[in-house]
């Protein structure tokens, strides 16, 4: 399980840090542009107003279609977010400053920028420094999103606690990020009372300032990219943490390179970071049917006859990406429909067929990648396949579902075959008796380039073949998300097992 660890903590300072900066560097010249452009001001204050309306994850999902996923991502997204109070309230503090003083100014001959900048702004600069201490506070908690883009930080804790649903982590995790919050604000808000009791001056409004860029120094390698020979992101599941481990311990132990292990990623981000023409991670943990479905956009019916999913996907991988499945490593991840125990007992269910005479009176409930239109093996699909026909069908976050089925919120689901919450929850998997969902066989997708730069690391990663068999993986995943053990620990104990790493 993802553990609370000082280095996540000062990873989401810096994200936090870095994003001040550079709303300050941006927010303060619009700010001050507004004010002494009345006719820009109108659309310099409508842009950051609208800039704070949009929703966090679209933001962050309009910048990827630009940049990669990672870091960057989320510093430019938290940075328009906070360009709202710097850029107001510096217009606002220039607009107080007494005009008195701004006439005494022009008296003396100033030229109108020497006076904004010399005179105004100074005086100013307790009411913009109170804009830059909400637009901090305000991105501690902001860049908690971070986790669903590659950025890493503390929301990768929260995440993974309420999927699993565990308390104490999430609440350590909050406790911790208040903590930070409260502090900032305490030192800022010293700060700014004793520039308000000063009355400005150029010396003491730039103290805070370089505080914050000593302090972005100090956690600059909290920032960094890969510093490995082969980088990898770390899974939103334990599955594909626990098999990116394994990649990390079996290369580093039976050669000389060195594998760095990024933030938490999502499927989807993985393969925008392992694809296109600027890659910047090496391998991911990949299946079959995900390939044919969600990265392809195909369905079983596209696969040629004679062909495998496996096949036809690995195919057409190399062709049309540079990229390459390895063996098949034994379990299949594929979707299962699932019911509570007391449901299956009380309607006798133990096909999906099973299903339809009692459909009506039954609440189906699954995260919001299944009713999405994305491939051909989501919701709709597989209702009109089957013929079912829900009392209500509910949509709810992919952390929250294990804990909406605990509740009794819905009675019917889709779960991952290989989830060890399965067993936690106590659901039972219902038969796929019509055979709607294809096999997602788990398999190391690389990239062809990366094969070829380190010729060893097929026969490696392959050793792995044929050796994690369903049942398997979801005693491992168990052991992570239920038992509480960590993923290093359940992943060295397995290889050990396999005599695939050194005692």
């Known amino acids: 399980m993802t553990s609370l660890t000082l280095s996540l903590i000062l990873e989401h300072l810096f994200i936090v840090l870095a994003a001040a900066i550079l709303s300050i560097a941006a927010g303060l010249p619009l700010g001050i542009w507004a004010y002494v452009s009345p006719r820009a001001r109108g659309v310099i204050l409508r842009v950051v107003d609208l800039l704070q309306t949009i929703p966090s994850l679209a933001l962050l999902g309009i910048i990827m279609v630009v940049l990669d996923p990672g870091k960057l991502t989320v510093i430019i997204g938290i940075t328009l977010y906070s360009l709202l109070p710097i850029v107001r309230n510096t217009c606002l503090g220039l607009q107080e400053v007494d005009p008195g003083v701004k006439e005494a100014a022009r008296g003396m001959g100033m030229s109108k920028p ?3 900048l010399m005179v105004e702004f100074p005086l100013a600069f307790p009411t913009v420094f109170t804009g830059i201490r909400i637009a901090v506070v305000n991105a501690i908690g902001t860049a908690v999103f971070a986790a669903f883009v590659g950025g890493g930080g503390l929301g990768s804790v929260i995440t993974q606690g309420i999927r699993v649903k565990n308390m104490s982590l999430i609440l350590c995790a909050t406790g911790v990020l208040m903590v ?5 604000d305490l030192l800022m808000g010293w700060f700014e009372g004793q520039m308000r009791r000063a009355r400005g001056g150029s010396r003491t409004m730039w103290i805070p300032v370089a505080a914050i860029l000593a302090a972005f120094c100090l956690l600059l390698p909290y920032g960094r990219g ?3 020979d082969l980088m990898l992101y770390d899974g939103d599941y334990s599955e594909t943490q626990l098999m990116h481990h394994m990649v990390k311990m079996l290369v580093e132990d039976q050669t000389n390179l060195t594998v760095t292990i990024q933030d938490q990623m999502s499927q989807v981000n993985n393969w925008s970071a392992l694809s296109g ?12 049917g995900t390939l044919l479905t969600t990265f392809f956009h195909q369905d079983t019916a596209d696969v040629p006859a004679g062909l495998s999913i496996y096949d036809y996907v690995n195919q057409t991988a190399q062709r049309e990406h540079g990229m390459r499945l390895l063996e098949k490593l034994g379990f299949d991840n594929t979707y299962a429909v699932a019911v509570p ?5 009380e309607y006798g269910l133990s096909t999906i067929s099973d299903l339809i005479p009692v459909a009506d009176r039954l609440v189906f409930g699954a995260e919001q990648g299944f009713f999405t239109l994305e491939g051909s093996m989501k919701y709709n699909p597989f209702v009109e396949f089957y013929g079912l026909r829900f009392r209500d069908a509910v949509s709810v976050d992919l952390g929250l579902k294990y804990t909406a089925v605990e509740n009794g919120s819905f009675d019917v689901t889709v779960v991952y075959a290989t989830d060890g919450l399965n067993r936690k929850v106590g659901l039972k998997i219902l038969e796929d008796d019509k055979s709607f969902f294809p096999d997602y066989n788990g398999a190391f997708l690389v990239r062809e380039d990366v094969l070829e730069r380190y010729p060893e690391l097929e026969g490696i990663l392959n050793q792995l073949a044929g050796k994690i068999p369903t049942e398997q993986m979801a005693e491992l995943t168990y052991q992570v998300d239920v038992v509480g053990r960590t993923v290093d ?3 060295r104990e397995f290889l050990l097992s396999q005599g695939l790493l050194s005692a």
Do not use: W
């Open 341 to 345: 125990q007391a449901v299956a007992d």
């Open 114 to 116: 020497y006076r904004v």
């Open 226 to 228: 890969s510093t490995g």
């Open 489 to 491: 620990d359940v992943a």
């Open 277 to 288: 023409s600027n890659p910047i991670c090496d391998l991911m943990i990949s299946y079959d």
């Open 180 to 184: 930070i919050a409260v502090v900032l």
